[in-house]
């Protein structure tokens, strides 16, 4: 198992289109082969950072996932609302190795 999580800093205002944004990913990756689950949560102190955490059962299954077509597409809408590149960190669960 492997747990993704990725940083995304929001331009200001864009809040709303990000998180509708979002959705549409989460929507999509729920048919995604391998998907477990996934949260999005907003930064308390900065309301314009947000961090989504998935879980798949394999490294396998996230890169199939990071690499299809239209997640691709799905996120390359987020860009124009984000102040920077998202920031991808991928850990895998103790005890589950990769």
């Known amino acids: 198992m492997v747990r993704v999580m990725i940083k995304r800093r929001v331009k200001a205002g864009e ?15 729920l048919y995604q082969r391998g998907y477990v689950t996934g949260e999005t949560l907003v930064r308390v102190d900065d309301p314009n ?23 691709v597409q799905l996120a390359d809408l987020l860009r124009p609302h984000l102040q920077d590149d998202e920031q991808f960190f991928i850990y895998y669960v103790v005890g589950r190795e990769i």
């Open 15 to 29: 809040v709303p289109k990000v998180e509708e944004a979002l959705k549409d990913l989460r929507a999509a990756a």
């Open 49 to 71: 950072t947000m961090l989504v955490i998935s879980t798949w059962d394999s490294l396998e299954s996230w890169n199939a996932w990071h690499e299809n077509e239209r997640r």
